[in-house]
C-alpha cells in the first residue's frame, strides 16, 4: 500500500532534548521517535522520554523503538511514555510486538544480506503489524547509521503502509518520496549535528524536501 496523494507522513527519530521536540512541533512532523535499544547512542531512559513528552504539542504522535528489549522493558515504556506506536527493529516475532496493546511497526533491514522476503511473506510473518519500516541496517545490526539501501529492493506485493529509513537526509528526501512514494519517511542522523544532537537547520529543510515531493506528485 502506497501514501495517499496528498501527505508524506515525517518521522523524526533519536531526540535527545525538548528543545529538538518543541522545533518538530512547530515544523509540523507527524511523529517524534524515543529510542530505547540498548546499544544506541541516542537511548533513553523511559523517565527522560516522559519528561521529554512534555514538550509536544498536540496531534504529534510519540514513537517509541526497541530493539531486542524484553518484555519488562517495552511494559515500562509503554507505562511511562505512552507511545502511541512502537518500533521494533530486533528478532521480536508478531506475538512479541503486538503483546502491549499499542499498534507497531516492524522494521525490516535491507542492508547486508537483509531482507529478500515480498509483501505477502511478511504479512504472513507479522500479521498484526501496522505497517513495515525499511532499514538499511543488516540483520542483527543497529540501525540510526545514516546509510541508505537500494531502494529498488524494497518488496513487492504490500498491502500495508511502509516507511522509509535508512540515510535520508534533506539532500535525498526529495528524489527519495518521488522514487518510492511510501507513506511515511524517517530520519535521524540525516538532521544530526551529532548522535542524538538535532540541527534545526537541517530539520526544516528536510520537512520543505518532504512538502515539495508532495507538491510534484504526478
Ligand atoms: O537511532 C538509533 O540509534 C537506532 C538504534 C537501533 C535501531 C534503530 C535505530 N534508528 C533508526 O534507524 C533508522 C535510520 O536511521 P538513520 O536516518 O539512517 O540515522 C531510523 O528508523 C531510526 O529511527
Not at 91 to 107: M, T
Request: charged letters at 30%; one cysteine or more; a neutral charge.
Amino acid at each position: 500500500m502506497n501514501r495517499t496523494p496528498f501527505r508524506t507522513r515525517i518521522k523524526f527519530c533519536g531526540l535527545t532534548r525538548a528543545g529538538d521536540v518543541r522545533l518538530a512541533s512547530e515544523l509540523g512532523v507527524d511523529a517524534v521517535g524515543f529510542v530505547f535499544a540498548e546499544k544506541s547512542p541516542r537511548r533513553l531512559k523511559a523517565e527522560e522520554a516522559r519528561a521529554m513528552r512534555q514538550a509536544l504539542a498536540p496531534l504529534v504522535d510519540v514513537v517509541a523503538l526497541f530493539m531486542d528489549n524484553s518484555q519488562d522493558e517495552v511494559r515500562e515504556v509503554v507505562r511511562q511514555v505512552r507511545p502511541s506506536l512502537l518500533q521494533f527493529h530486533g528478532d521480536e516475532d508478531d506475538a512479541f510486538c503486538r503483546g502491549f496493546g499499542v499498534q507497531y511497526l516492524k522494521a525490516v533491514p535491507m542492508g547486508g544480506n537483509g531482507s529478500r522476503e515480498d509483501g505477502i511473506a511478511l504479512h504472513r510473518r507479522y500479521p498484526s503489524a501496522a505497517g513495515f519500516l525499511f532499514d538499511s541496517h543488516g540483520g542483527g545490526e543497529s540501525g540510526g547509521s545514516g546509510r541508505t539501501f537500494d531502494w529498488g529492493r524494497l518488496p513487492a506485493g504490500l498491502q500495508k503502509p511502509f516507511v522509509l529509513a535508512g540515510g535520508l537526509t534533506p539532500d535525498n528526501v526529495f528524489q527519495a518520496v518521488r522514487d518510492t512514494m511510501p507513506w511515511g519517511v524517517d530520519v535521524s542522523s540525516g538532521i544530526e549535528a551529532a548522535p542524538g544532537v538535532k540541527d534545526g537547520d537541517r530539520m526544516r529543510r528536510f520537512v520543505e524536501e518532504v512538502r515539495r515531493a508532495d507538491c510534484n506528485a504526478d
